[in-house]
T-cell receptor
Framework: ETGVTQTPRHLVMGMTNKKSLKCEQHLGHNAMYWYKQSAKKPLELMFVYSLEERVENNSVPSRFSPECPNSSHLFLHLHTLQPEDSALYLC???????????????FGPGTRLTVL | AQKITQTQPGMFVQEKEAVTLDCTYDTSDQSYGLFWYKQPSSGEMIFLIYQGSYDEQNATEGRYSLNFQKARKSANLVISASQLGDSAMYFCAMRERENSGGSNYKLTFGKGTLLTVNP
C-alpha cells in the first residue's frame, strides 16, 4: 500500500448506528487530518493530529469522535449522526503541520457517508 | 472576504488544447503557500503543484504550471495539452499562519472549478 488509504470507501448508516472510519498513511508523516466535503461547500477541516496529539478541533459536534493511536493511523468514530452529516470524509497527512507554508497535505480517496 | 476565490464554476476545453483555471487569494501575510489539487469523480484529492510566496519562478510540474502574479494576488493553474483524464474538479488552496506571529498554519480551499475535456 502506498500513500493514504481509507476504509470503507462507502458507508450507509442509520441515525442510531455506531460506525468508524479508518485512515492509514504510508508516507512516514507526523500529522493527520480529517476533512468534511459537502455538496457545494468548500472543504471543511474537522480535526488535526500532530504526533498523535490533537492540535485542532474546529467546533465539530461531539457525535464525531477522532482517535489517533499512532502517527500512521487515524479513526473517526461516528454515533447518532444526522442526515446533514452525509458527505465525503477525507483523510490527509503531512510531514509537519508547524513546518511553515511548504507543508503539503496528501489525501486519501475518501469515505462517502450516507446517513438515513 | 473569501480567502480563496475561484470564479469559474465550470470550464470546457478541447482535448490537446491548453486551459487556464483562475484563482485569486486574500492574505495580509508576506509568507504563504499556494496549492492546486485535482479531484476526479472518485473523490481522491490529488496534489498537483505548489508555489511559495517568495518563489521568483513560476512552479511547473509536467503539464501543469502555475501563473503566479503576486501583486495581483492570483495563482492561476495552466494545464497544457489537455487530456480526457484531466476532467475533474480543481481546487486552489492557500496555507498561511492562522494568526500573525503564531505558529499554527491553516490550509484554506476555494470552492473549485469543474473542468470538462471534450474529445
Amino acid at each position: 500500500e502506498t500513500g493514504v488509504t481509507q476504509t470503507p470507501r462507502h458507508l450507509v448508516m442509520g441515525m442510531t448506528n455506531k460506525k468508524s472510519l479508518k485512515c492509514e498513511q504510508h508516507l512516514g508523516h507526523n500529522a493527520m487530518y480529517w476533512y468534511k466535503q459537502s455538496a457545494k461547500k468548500p472543504l471543511e477541516l474537522m480535526f488535526v493530529y500532530s504526533l498523535e496529539e490533537r492540535v485542532e478541533n474546529n467546533s465539530v459536534p461531539s457525535r464525531f469522535s477522532p482517535e489517533c493511536p499512532n502517527s500512521s493511523h487515524l479513526f473517526l468514530h461516528l454515533h447518532t449522526l444526522q442526515p446533514e452529516d452525509s458527505a465525503l470524509y477525507l483523510c490527509a497527512s503531512s510531514q509537519d503541520p508547524a513546518g511553515g507554508n511548504t507543508d503539503t497535505q496528501y489525501f486519501g480517496p475518501g469515505t462517502r457517508l450516507t446517513v438515513l | 472576504a473569501q480567502k480563496i476565490t475561484q470564479t469559474q464554476p465550470g470550464m470546457f476545453v478541447q482535448e490537446k488544447e491548453a486551459v487556464t483555471l483562475d484563482c485569486t487569494y486574500d492574505t495580509s501575510d508576506q509568507s504563504y503557500g499556494l496549492f492546486w489539487y485535482k479531484q476526479p469523480s472518485s473523490g481522491e484529492m490529488i496534489f498537483l503543484i505548489y508555489q511559495g510566496s517568495y518563489d521568483e519562478q513560476n512552479a511547473t510540474e509536467g503539464r501543469y504550471s502555475l501563473n503566479f502574479q503576486k501583486a495581483r494576488k492570483s495563482a492561476n493553474l495552466v494545464i497544457s495539452a489537455s487530456q480526457l483524464g484531466d476532467s475533474a474538479m480543481y481546487f486552489c488552496a492557500m496555507r498561511e499562519r492562522e494568526n500573525s506571529g503564531g505558529s499554527n498554519y491553516k490550509l484554506t480551499f476555494g470552492k473549485g472549478t469543474l473542468l470538462t475535456v471534450n474529445p
